[in-house]
């Protein structure tokens, strides 16, 4: 019997049956992922955000699948054609393709040659030429002779001679063939294992120069390609620079080539009892098995193989995307500190904006130190009235165009006024722009110049990664590889899961929070989140969590799953600070008579906190799990999961590719993390690569077990390529 879908999944994820049935069940009731992770830890045995996230996603298409199920065996019962067994292998085929290769005989499919010939009555010719190979086709097919006659379906040609009857059978046993269950499985997996993808130019391409002149006479087993070499061939072939064809391994081995049958060609005819014994019709049940190969079977699975292909390539394409983006997303906060951000450009002048600890717009200008003005000095004075005047800390540098030279710049205003006590840090740039052009930036910052919001976004950048972010479409941050390839609606909705589960592992401050960030908080959606805001800015700041219940909107359903997310550091209540869920309020109240301590005095007490035996305070509502988390919460009210602020010293004097020569070892920040190594920004405008072969003096499988994006790492200069940008670094700075 096959498994439930809850058995599956257990078997899938490697956990117990109960803990899948429970997540299950919270999830069709509503519940989210960050909830469930948090706050339901009894009922799921512990599962993480990420093992909830591929039950989530499982779940779906294992139901999908069951609905197909039904639909196919509904079908075959109406055509009346259901048998014992073919229900059984239906009710038994384990992926969407098994199910789709049963139903192949019974799908309704236009009127084909072999239906035609059917209708000639050329089934018996067939079947008697199959069953029985001493037969002389000739001899057999003069028997089926038939003037041309007019059917319910249409017109019939019927059977005008020898040669229109043999090519009539041959079409009825081809798909039969080619609808044959089993030997499709088999054909699939030989093909799998054994297929090969070669590229070729297109011809009139052949003498162009482009990125996919290293593919022109390529060659790899489809099983084995790396899905951004897959996506880069898949794009090639698009944009007509490249033709694919898949080949199975034999056919490229010179002493194959004459064979009279391929691998796969053998396996249909023994499937169908065919060799070659000088028999009758041996030799036309021979062609009858090419032309099933060549002509049916082959274009089939090519197809399916070419598409299994891009949907692996896209998975691990969007995981790599996913797993960047969650790194950026979490990089550690500068924190609230009054901030300079600065938006480099040459004529156009340097972009500046002040934004206060809370990311409010104190002032902002233009100064024009590069060419042709030069006005380096002016420049300097500018930087220096903004940073006295607003009591500046920091200096965020946008890493686009002129940076390096806008960097130099505040590097002399520091050196000059070392009394400032300034900080300078490059900032990426990727997706300001956009988001200064967008709907969002018009509404917080509509009294701002379109070229000034740049700016502001790249200094609450710096300040708070994650709350500027989340304002900005993913694929415009500039951390996917061939993110335009992939399947558009499945990589919003992976990115999506991973902003809400970064938005609310940090937690939201509910004051000061944008609706770009709190509609990501779980339970929440844009319009609640607005309505958030318009309560907020109607009545003043949130003095207690239960006054969210008074927003329009947010009822008691919604005030459960984001509750906990939702902090208010300033309000009557401390708890309300933490992650403390307010449904276990109760309980640390329970806690606070039994110490003898208000909430505010047992807040971050150790020695008390550390004294609590957990195991007193289970019952049937809080389990150990949830009261650990709960005394955890009260040693660390709100903690922030980020890591400490750090960043990159970019070397001086290196401001371009001409400045790099191989040996140099160089400070710089991860701005990509792909399948094949790390991107890394060494401040010269283009970043260099960290082949996998050397991020480590280990071996290293995945490079996100080695580096993430964001984060600083020492690389030495192996190779620099002015001509064609490319910069080859490496993480292995000893010489072996």
């Known amino acids: 019997m096959l498994p439930s879908i809850e058995q599956r999944l257990a078997t899938e994820l490697v956990v117990k049956l109960i803990q899948i049935q429970a997540a299950i069940q919270l999830l069709d009731d509503g519940a989210t992922v960050p909830f469930i992770a948090r706050y339901r830890k009894e009922a799921t045995g512990g599962l993480d955000d990420v093992q909830l996230r591929q039950l989530a996603e499982r779940l779906h298409s294992l139901r999908e699948l069951e609905k197909r199920r039904l639909a196919i065996i509904t079908a075959i019962e109406k055509q009346n054609k259901m048998t014992p067994l073919l229900l059984d292998a239906i009710t038994h085929a384990q992926d969407k393709t098994h199910l789709e290769d049963l139903y192949l ?31 002389d086709p000739k001899i057999e097919a003069s028997k089926y002779l038939k003037a041309p006659f007019t059917t319910d379906e249409g017109d019939n040609p019927g059977v005008a001679d020898i040669v229109q009857a043999l090519e009539g059978a041959q079409h ?19 093909l799998r294992l054994h297929g090969i993808l070669t590229a070729k130019a297109v011809k009139e391409k052949e003498s162009s120069d482009t990125k996919y002149n290293g593919y022109h006479d390529y060659q790899e087993a489809i099983s084995k390609i790396p899905s ?18 898949l080949r199975l391994d034999s056919e490229l081995e010179e002493k194959n080539r004459n064979l009279a049958l391929n691998p796969c060609e053998q396996r249909i005819a023994q499937q169908f009892n065919i060799s070659d014994q000088k028999r009758a019709a041996d030799n ?8 099933a190969w060549r002509n049916k079977i082959f274009a089939h699975l090519e197809t399916e193989l070419m598409n299994s292909l891009q949907e692996r390539s896209e998975t691990e394409a969007i995981r790599v995307f996913a797993q960047n983006l969650k790194a950026l997303l979490l990089a550690s906060p500068a924190g609230a500190r009054v901030t300079i951000g600065l938006d480099p450009g040459l004529r156009t002048g340097v972009k500046i904006a002040v934004i206060d600890a809370t990311g409010k717009v104190l002032d902002t200008a233009t100064i024009y130190p590069h060419p042709p003005k030069s006005d380096w ?55 300001a722009s956009v988001y200064s ?22 200094a609450r950048r710096l ?16 951390v996917g590889q061939y993110q335009h390839d992939v399947n558009q609606s499945r990589l919003a909705h992976t990115l999506d899961a991973v902003i809400e589960d970064s938005v609310n592992a940090v937690g939201v401050d509910v004051n000061t929070a944008s609706p770009a960030l709190l509609r990501y908080v779980a339970g929440l959606n844009s319009k609640i989140a607005h309505n958030i805001i318009a309560y907020r800015n109607a009545k003043g700041m949130f003095v207690k969590r239960n006054d969210l219940l008074k927003v329009t909107g947010l009822g008691v359903k919604t005030f459960e799953q984001a509750a906990g997310f939702l902090r208010i550091p300033a309000g009557t209540n401390p708890l309300d600070a933490s992650a403390v869920h307010p449904e276990s309020y109760p309980l640390v109240e329970q806690i606070l008579n039994d110490v003898k301590l208000n ?91 960290v082949h996998i072969s050397v991020l480590s003096d280990k071996f290293v499988k995945n490079p996100h077990t080695v580096v993430k994006v964001g984060q600083v790492v020492s690389v030495k200069v192996l190779e620099v390529d002015e001509k064609r940008k490319r910069i080859a670094l490496t993480m292995q700075l000893t010489d072996n």
Do not use: C
Not at 284 to 291: A, E, P, Y
Not at 380 to 401: D, P, W, Y
Not at 625 to 642: A, C, S, V, Y
């Open 105 to 135: 005989p019974y799908r309704k499919k236009r009127r084909t040659k072999a239906q035609i010939a059917f209708e000639a009555g050329l089934q018996p010719l067939a079947d008697a030429l199959l069953n029985n190979s001493r037969l």
């Open 172 to 190: 009825i046993l081809i798909e039969h063939f080619a609808e044959h269950a089993p030997l499709l499985q088999t054909l699939r997996e030989y």
């Open 228 to 245: 951004h070499r897959a996506l880069a061939l898949l794009r090639g072939a698009r944009e007509g620079f490249l033709k694919l064809k």
């Open 284 to 291: 036309w049940l021979i062609d009858t098995v090419h032309s």
């Open 377 to 431: 000095n002016g420049a300097i004075q500018t930087l220096k009235l903004l940073a006295e005047q607003h009591h500046v800390s920091l200096i965020a540098i946008g890493n686009g165009t002129a940076s390096r030279e806008t960097d130099q710049l505040v590097r002399d205003l520091i050196k000059q006024y070392p009394q400032l006590k300034l900080t300078s840090i490059m900032v990426s740039e990727a997706g």
């Open 437 to 458: 052009a967008s709907e969002l930036a018009s509404e917080e910052l509509s009294d701002l110049d379109v070229s000034i919001r740049g700016a502001v976004s790249i």
């Open 463 to 478: 300040q708070d990664p994650l709350a500027e972010l989340v304002k900005i479409d993913p694929k415009s941050i500039g």
């Open 599 to 689: 909430v505010s005095t047992l807040i971050g007490n150790q020695s008390v906190l550390k004294s609590i035996r957990p195991e007193k305070y289970i019952n049937a509502q809080f389990g150990l799990l949830t009261i650990k988390d709960i005394l955890q919460e009260l040693e660390k009210p709100g903690r922030d999961p980020r890591s400490t602020f750090k960043t990159a010293a970019f070397k001086a004097g290196i401001e371009t590719m001409k400045d790099l020569h191989p040996g140099m070892i160089l400070e710089g920040v991860v701005t990509n993390v792909a399948a094949f190594g790390a991107f890394v920004d060494i401040g010269v405008h283009q970043d260099g690569l």
